[in-house]
């Protein structure tokens, strides 16, 4: 069976630090990732996505970055956190495309 | 570019009436996109419900449906009798090619009195 691991569970930063959140998809070979986000109160938006290793298209700008260092693991990153920056950080994966996505437990980031 | 709209919520319904959460979508880069329902009980992560890819055909789990109806470019979700595990968050999408990217309705809170 597959399993979706997302690290931290929550964190709470401060305004201009680094940030580094990821992501471990088990048990799929070469599957689809994505980074979705979701501010308080607002919608989900898919932030990246990554076919295969080594590649990832951004789909929203927020000052944010994605890498996919290996198969089965996505990192989403900053070097300066903004306060817009908060919310909920989802990570899913499929199997081809327009296949429904499965997502992760999630990570909860509070900017202060 | 695409979007979902969505029954704004919170829904209040007592337990084992109907229930009906609209969803209308507009896609800009693909005449018949995927459409889902996706859910969120409490505590628990994004899960999807159900999905139907073929425009006019029905999909269906736990007791909910949604028909995707092309010419109103809707897409509602409906139970017949709503039990109190049914309170959750439900969130309407469409999937698009580019990108292989879902969009969000921005969720409907549904409590089911007992």
């Known amino acids: 069976a597959q399993t979706i691991h997302q690290w931290p569970v929550a964190e709470i930063k401060a305004v201009g630090s680094p940030l580094s959140l990821g992501c471990t998809i088990k048990g799929k070979s070469s599957p689809n990732l994505y980074w979705y986000w979701q501010a308080t109160g607002g919608t989900l938006q898919q932030l990246f996505y990554s076919i295969t290793v080594g590649q990832v298209e951004s789909v929203v700008q927020l000052n944010l970055s994605a890498s996919r260092p290996k198969d089965d693991q996505f990192i989403l990153s900053t070097e300066k956190l903004l306060l817009s920056h908060s919310g909920f950080y989802l990570c899913?994966?499929?199997?081809?495309?327009?296949?429904?996505?499965?997502f992760g437990p999630g990570t909860r980031l509070t900017v202060l | 570019g695409d979007s979902v709209t969505q029954t704004e919520g919170p829904v209040t319904v007592s337990e084992s009436e109907s229930l009906i959460i609209n969803c209308t979508y507009s896609a800009t880069s693909i005449a018949y996109p995927n459409l889902f329902w996706y859910v969120r009980y409490p505590g628990e992560g994004l899960q999807l419900l159900l999905k139907?890819?073929?425009?006019?055909q029905k999909g269906s789990s736990r007791g909910f449906e949604a028909t995707y109806n092309k010419e109103t470019t809707s897409f509602h979700l409906q139970k017949a009798s709503v039990q109190e595990s049914d309170s959750a968050v439900y969130y309407c999408?469409?999937?698009?090619?580019?990108?292989?990217?879902?969009?969000f309705g921005t969720g409907t809170s549904l409590l089911v009195d007992p």
């Open positions: 139907v890819i073929t425009a006019g």
């Open positions: 899913a994966w499929s199997q081809g495309a327009l296949a429904e996505q499965f």
């Open positions: 999408a469409l999937g698009e090619g580019m990108g292989y990217k879902l969009t």
